[in-house]
């Protein structure tokens, strides 16, 4: 009940916000009202008002009220999530679009799907990280390991050619196996583990996901064969570490990107992967695998890699 | 097997798949949580942060060592002594001592299962014979005593023995053995299931002549069904089943005590494990299992000595049973602390006319509550500290403390030091056996009549660690001194009739150390030593562990992917488990192992020649034993 008088003071806040600011600077899109998005999102606004900007030059809405909105002409908009991102390039803007809280291939399938094409106009502030980041991530963290193994699925497939490349020029061999659509990914999963030092997680939920987790965990970790993931979630839940970028850092590069557009820049016409990140680590399978790994100095040696510090 | 037939026609329905839509990637795949998988309780200590010696044979290294057995394979491990002979019902295994013909000093546990054979005075020999080879995923061999988990059998050490999981054994597999000496082994395995719940049924067979004197043509023949079922993402649930049969020939010709005769022991068990994750840092586990054995060996035993023209049956046949409930909650508290907590509950039954005079069964109960504390006093000191209480309805109540100190001196260097105390009750033989000889209803003897004075026999250890790690040399070095103080050592008193009391004190002390080398690529080199002190007033006992054992060996991945394996095993003077002690004897052994890998489109497999034994026989059991060389090939083959 509480809650639901919060969300209608919200709502009615937004309301009467858009009504008396028809001219705010930023337009703020988030898939929905989750806890990431809201992180993101808070992030973005108060790195802005640190700038100078007020709260009332910036507009936050939810895809679905975005599309029952009247017109808007801000300097800048901001699309949080897929979903977001999907409803702004639908629409007819005369302002550019940063999407960004979102990974590559959403952007690429948003691309796709609208005809669109990345420019100034519409570009992205990617959620995932480069491949090359991770694999320096692995050489800092598991020096020793050598024989990268990645399972390939429908939805990251696509990046397979990329990461040859790069763990060729790192001097890393990939062992890969692909899971067809539906199909379990057992055997493809012990023919990897057999033969890597690690297991490198590339996000693809016919893969990674809730249900299969388990398995995908427990017998890495039969074989000591470490689980290098994407997300702050799957270290908790197991894997040894992880290379990701905080709702919070996303949204503050976001805020120094808005500021160079209110400031007149154009929107970088390739979409950018964050330049900050962090590094999680799961302490106690790190020391049952015999490992010590300490996440802040790795993050801190990464981030001087790129010259970052 | 009615066991594993009925758990899978149970199991028919299978589970219901998830069926999982897949979706395309989107920040949810990001920023969604996830369940907890590895818990707690499913991260093991590290080597050099358990309380004790831990010695680990894992999958490949059963493979290349050749060996048929895990009875075999424990001579790969410092400071045990072991046999091949089925006179005692399976081949023994025994650590710091083999003192008789049984082992009773020691714990075995199969996925959590204690298979302590509580007939007879206690044995881990058939415990050690229920799966197959080739579903073992690894054998964690904690040397020392660890009663303050395991409970009184672990007295000098426990062999905690790890199948596969059904994850990891999906698809089919077989394998056929033949060679010298009638070895004739053969095994199939079939595993199938989906993501959440898989499931494993193997079958196989192990026979050979046994050994060169010996009334040897042994056959283990054995089925194990294993399920894993996820019903969701805090709960696991396995399912354990299986039978073991073996057939051995035994005694010796032209003895009328112990004439050449056929005996049989077969067990069954079934076993349900449920483990709900409550979190990151803590879970429960419920554990209930069931086993049964039964035991024949009769043999006619002439009276005309005696003047009497007619025979009576002299037998050892009975049944034991058990049954245990066990509850176990780990958490972490902290950084510093996790604590692994719980009760079990055990009921035994042994039932033999032949043994006790009676048809009535002997029921022990059991009943234990154990704490285990990992404590990390500092980032380089860890502490376990642990307890368990143990109450028998038939020998009381004991409790058995154990300290240990982990001192992390360097990277890779560790020192560990500590203290415990254990007991182990007597069984129900050396507290109940009454054998009487009866003919038309006269008793002609008494052969053996407990009085059932013997207390439970008692052991303090103390003992000091090294483990060192030098990767810049490829090498990894594990001592362990000890001194195991044993009080009140049940031993079988030379009287008329037979009786069992707790004999003397003595002490096994020494020194043991493995190290494993990597001199060059593609190889491994392992060297152990073991220095054992009895000081034991009877001679026997004095040598039921060599002064010296050493063993080398050499596994060696050769051009084409060929695998060779050296060992040798060096044995200095030791009392023959199945005799008493003027039979001492030494032994050498050195086998050889040739595996070379296939690979036919998606399948795999090996070609492997084994010889056991190149050098000369040697005495194994009994002096009229010999364990001649063995030369055999072994398929395997899977997809």
């Known amino acids: 009940m509480r809650l639901r008088f919060l969300l209608f003071s919200l709502w009615l806040a937004v309301f009467a916000g858009a009504c008396a600011h028809a001219a705010v600077a930023v337009v703020i899109v988030s898939s929905e009202r989750s806890p990431a998005y809201v992180e993101a999102a808070e992030a973005l606004v108060s790195e802005l008002e640190r700038g100078g900007l007020s709260r009332y030059d910036m507009l936050q809405l939810t895809a679905l009220e975005w599309a029952a909105a009247g017109p808007l002409a801000p300097k800048l908009f901001i699309a949080l999530g897929t979903e977001a991102a999907s409803a702004l390039a639908k629409s007819e803007l005369r302002a550019p679009v940063l999407s960004t809280l979102l990974p590559r291939s959403s952007f690429e399938r948003v691309l796709r799907k609208s005809g669109r094409k990345s420019s100034s106009q519409f570009s992205a502030l990617y959620l995932d990280q480069p491949l090359s980041r991770q694999l320096e991530l692995i050489r800092l963290a598991l020096p020793t390991a050598r024989r990268v193994g990645?399972?390939?699925?429908?939805?990251?497939?696509?990046?397979?050619?990329?990461?040859?490349?790069?763990?060729?020029?790192?001097g890393l061999d990939l062992i890969e196996a692909t899971v067809g659509h539906d199909e379990l990914l057992f055997s493809s999963l012990k023919s990897v583990l057999e033969d890597a030092d690690l297991l490198l997680a590339v996000a693809d939920p016919q893969l990674y996901n809730s249900s299969s987790i388990q398995n995908i965990l427990l017998a890495s970790f039969r074989a000591k064969v470490p689980l290098v993931a994407f997300s702050p979630a799957y270290v908790r839940a197991g894997a040894l570490l992880a290379l990701h970028v905080t709702p919070t850092q996303i949204g503050l590069q976001a805020a120094t990107i808005a500021r160079g557009v209110l400031l007149g820049k154009a929107l970088s016409a390739n979409p950018i992967y964050s330049l900050d990140f962090s590094v999680t680590v799961n302490e106690h399978v790190a020391r049952s695998l015999g490992l010590t790994l300490d996440a802040d100095a790795l993050r801190a040696r990464l981030r001087s890699r790129e010259g970052l510090l | 097997?009615?066991?594993?037939?009925?758990?899978?026609?149970?199991?028919?329905?299978?589970?219901?798949?998830?069926?999982?839509?897949?979706?395309?990637?989107?920040?949810?795949?990001?920023?969604?949580?996830?369940?907890?998988?590895?818990?707690?309780?499913?991260?093991?200590?590290?080597?050099?942060?358990?309380?004790?010696?831990?010695?680990?044979?894992?999958?490949?290294?059963?493979?290349?060592?050749?060996?048929?057995?895990?009875?075999?394979?424990?001579?790969?491990?410092?400071?045990?002594?072991?046999?091949?002979?089925?006179?005692?019902?399976?081949?023994?295994?025994?650590?710091?001592?083999?003192?008789?013909?049984?082992?009773?000093?020691?714990?075995?546990?199969?996925?959590?299962?204690?298979?302590?054979?509580?007939?007879?005075?206690?044995?881990?020999?058939?415990?050690?014979?229920?799966?197959?080879?080739?579903?073992?995923?690894?054998?964690?061999?904690?040397?020392?005593?660890?009663?303050?988990?395991?409970?009184?059998?672990?007295?000098?050490?426990?062999?905690?023995?790890?199948t596969r999981h059904t994850v990891d054994t999906l698809g089919q597999q077989a394998a056929l053995t033949g060679g010298e000496n009638g070895i004739r082994d053969s095994q199939a395995r079939i595993g199938w299931g989906?993501?959440?719940?898989?499931?494993?049924?193997?079958?196989?067979?192990?026979?050979?002549?046994?050994?060169?004197?010996?009334?040897?043509?042994?056959?283990?023949?054995?089925?194990?069904?294993?399920?894993?079922?996820?019903?969701?993402?805090?709960?696991?649930?396995?399912?354990?089943?299986?039978?073991?049969?073996?057939?051995?020939?035994?005694?010796?010709?032209?003895?009328?005590?112990?004439?050449?005769?056929?005996?049989?022991?077969?067990?069954?068990?079934?076993?349900l494990d449920w483990r709900r994750s409550l979190g990151e840092d803590e879970d429960v586990a419920v554990s209930l299992s069931h086993t049964e054995e039964t035991y024949r060996d009769t043999f006619p035993y002439s009276l005309i000595p005696l003047g009497i023209n007619d025979s009576i049956n002299i037998e050892g046949s009975g049944r034991a049973s058990n049954d245990t409930l066990s509850l176990q909650h780990t958490f972490r508290h902290g950084e510093a602390l996790r604590v692994v907590w719980g009760g079990e509950v055990r009921r035994e039954e042994v039932v033999s006319k032949p043994l006790y005079n009676t048809d009535a069964a002997f029921v022990t109960e059991f009943s234990r509550l154990f704490a285990n504390a990992e404590w990390r006093l500092a980032r380089d000191l860890v502490l376990n500290a642990g307890s368990m209480f143990e109450h028998s309805s038939v020998s009381g109540d004991s409790f058995a403390p154990r300290l240990m100190l982990n001192w992390h001196v360097a990277q890779g260097q560790t020192l560990r030091a500590g203290v415990s105390k254990a007991f182990r009750p007597p069984s129900?033989?050396?507290?109940?056996?009454?054998?009487?000889?009866?003919?038309?209803?006269?008793?002609?003897?008494?052969?053996?009549?407990?009085?059932?004075?013997?207390?439970?026999?008692?052991?303090?250890?103390?003992?000091?660690?090294?483990?060192?790690?030098?990767?810049w040399l490829g090498l990894n070095l594990d001592v362990r001194a000890f001194h195991e103080q044993i009080s009140g050592f049940i031993r079988q008193q030379n009287t008329t009739p037979r009786d069992y009391a707790n004999d003397e004190d003595f002490?096994?002390?020494?020194?043991?150390?493995?190290?494993?080398?990597?001199?060059?690529?593609d190889s491994q080199l392992m060297f152990n030593q073991t220095y054992t002190d009895i000081n034991s007033s009877d001679q026997g006992s004095a040598l039921a562990a060599p002064k010296l054992t050493s063993s080398i060996t050499l596994f060696q991945k050769l051009p084409g992917g060929l695998d060779l394996s050296l060992m040798h095993q060096d044995s200095g003077t030791v009392t023959l488990q199945g005799a008493n002690f003027r039979d001492q004897v030494a032994m050498t052994r050195t086998d050889l192992r040739l595996g070379l890998p296939l690979r036919f489109g998606p399948n795999r497999g090996e070609l492997a020649l084994v010889v056991q034994n190149l050098g000369v026989p040697y005495q194994d059991f009994s002096p009229h034993f010999q364990f001649q060389r063995r030369a055999f090939v072994t398929l395997r083959v899977e997809n």
């Not at chain 1, 990645?150 to 990329?162: I, R």
């Not at chain 2, 649930?237 to 005590?257: F, H, T």
């Not at chain 2, 002490?507 to 690529?521: D, S, V």
Request: hydrophobic share 40%; glycine share 10%.
């Open chain 2, 194 to 271: 989906k993501e959440d719940a898989t499931y494993r049924l193997t079958v196989d067979r192990r026979a050979d002549g046994g050994l060169v004197g010996s009334n040897g043509h042994n056959q283990i023949s054995r089925i194990n069904f294993r399920a894993d079922l996820h019903p969701n993402v805090t709960d696991e649930i396995q399912l354990r089943a299986g039978s073991l049969e073996i057939d051995a020939g035994k005694g010796k010709p032209l003895n009328i005590d112990d004439p050449l005769r056929e005996s049989f022991f077969g067990s069954g068990y079934a076993q």
């Open chain 2, 507 to 521: 002490a096994i002390q020494g020194l043991e150390y493995q190290l494993k080398w990597q001199p060059w690529r």
């Open chain 1, 150 to 170: 990645v399972l390939w699925g429908p939805e990251s497939q696509a990046q397979a050619p990329a990461l040859k490349t790069l763990a060729q020029a790192s």
């Open chain 2, 428 to 471: 129900t033989f050396e507290q109940y056996s009454n054998i009487r000889y009866f003919w038309n209803g006269h008793l002609l003897a008494v052969n053996t009549q407990a009085s059932g004075k013997v207390q439970p026999e008692s052991v303090r250890a103390r003992e000091l660690g090294y483990l060192g790690d030098f990767p």
């Open chain 2, 1 to 162: 097997m009615n066991y594993s037939f009925r758990l899978i026609a149970l199991l028919g329905w299978t589970s219901l798949a998830a069926a999982q839509t897949p979706e395309s990637v989107s920040e949810k795949d990001f920023l969604g949580d996830m369940p907890i998988v590895l818990s707690v309780s499913r991260l093991p200590q590290r080597l050099d942060e358990t309380p004790g010696a831990v010695t680990i044979l894992d999958r490949n290294m059963i493979r290349l060592s050749g060996a048929r057995d895990v009875a075999d394979l424990l001579r790969l491990v410092p400071g045990f002594q072991t046999s091949t002979s089925f006179e005692t019902v399976a081949p023994l295994a025994s650590y710091h001592g083999g003192f008789d013909s049984y082992s009773n000093r020691i714990q075995v546990l199969i996925d959590g299962r204690s298979a302590y054979s509580p007939y007879f005075i206690g044995s881990i020999g058939p415990g050690l014979q229920t799966v197959a080879l080739e579903d073992i995923e690894r054998i964690e061999v904690l040397r020392g005593s660890n009663s303050a988990a395991y409970g009184a059998r672990a007295m000098l050490g426990v062999i905690n023995i790890v």
